[in-house]
């Protein structure tokens, strides 16, 4: 299912998204054949370097898309032109570092790392301010 190996290293800046909650997150992967000649082969999607998503052009039908128990039906590829992979419903659990690797025919494989940091709902029973105590 998966070519090539996870421990890929990854090259360029890192992108951080925020979501809250509940939430959705749209993590960006430039998937874009860097030649004309070129074309997409697989986009596999890491998280702390753990397979969660793939999607194989290979392939043809519904199994051209993997998708991890983790995301169940919340995570979706949004191809060209947004190239990204779409989080439904995130939850705190989904705070991680995330890797997007990229394969192409002819070009050299591309890796990016993405940042999730997730907003959680905060509940504060009692707040002291100097001596008084609100609640």
Same mark, same amino acid.
């Given at each position: ?35 004309? #000649?070129?074309? /997409?082969?697989?986009?596999?999607? %890491? @998280? ?8 194989? &052009? +290979? ?29 439904? #419903?995130?939850? /705190?659990?989904?705070?991680?570092? %995330? @890797? ?8 050299? &494989? +591309? ?25």
């Amino acid at each position: 299912m998966f070519t090539g190996s996870s421990l890929t290293p990854v090259t360029g800046t890192v992108t951080r998204v925020s979501s809250v909650v509940g939430g959705d997150a749209e993590l960006p992967c430039d998937s874009r054949p860097p030649q004309y #000649n070129d074309s /997409l082969l697989i986009v596999v999607w %890491y @998280r702390d370097d753990n397979p969660v998503y793939s999607y194989d &052009t +290979r392939v043809q039908g519904p199994t051209a898309h993997w998708t991890d128990d983790a995301f169940a039906e919340r995570a979706r590829w949004l191809g060209m032109p947004n190239s990204a992979l779409h989080l439904r #419903n995130v939850q /705190l659990r989904d705070q991680a570092t %995330y @890797r997007c690797r990229v394969d192409f025919q002819v070009s050299p &494989t +591309r890796n990016y790392r993405i940042v999730l940091d997730i907003i959680g709902k905060c509940e504060f029973q009692n707040i002291i301010i100097g001596k008084a105590f609100l609640k």
